[in-house]
């Protein structure tokens, strides 16, 4: 079973950058698709990025070219770089893994705002 912790978030002001982390506590999150997806305040849970096992990446439109998907796999983590952030990025971000069984973490929150 894997278990996964993501870090990373917070305020920051309209075209920051933050990068999240989604690190696995048990498990080797490698071998894994590994997901990004956000929920903000009254709004369905959204998809923004995938990374596959060999590296392959996969972005929604609404992130494509600001953000950036990657893994270390020494670290067992996968990251998000969110650069030009926008107050319309402001939600909760999860990550996910696997497929069937598929693993959360608890999320972390990002606040745009000035």
Known sequence: QVQLVES???L??????LRLSCAASRG?????ITRWYRQAPGKQREW??????????NYADSV???F???RDNAKNTV??????????DTAAYYCNAGLSPLYWGQGTQVTVSS
């Open 79 to 88: 990251y998000l770089q969110m650069n030009s952030l926008r107050p319309e």
């Open 8 to 10: 990373g978030g917070g």
């Open 28 to 32: 080797t999150l490698s071998i894994y």
């Open 64 to 66: 494509k070219g600001r």
């Open 48 to 57: 923004v990025a995938t990374i596959g096992s060999g590296g392959m990446t």
């Open 12 to 17: 920051v002001q309209p075209g920051g950058s």
């Open 68 to 70: 950036t998907i990657s």
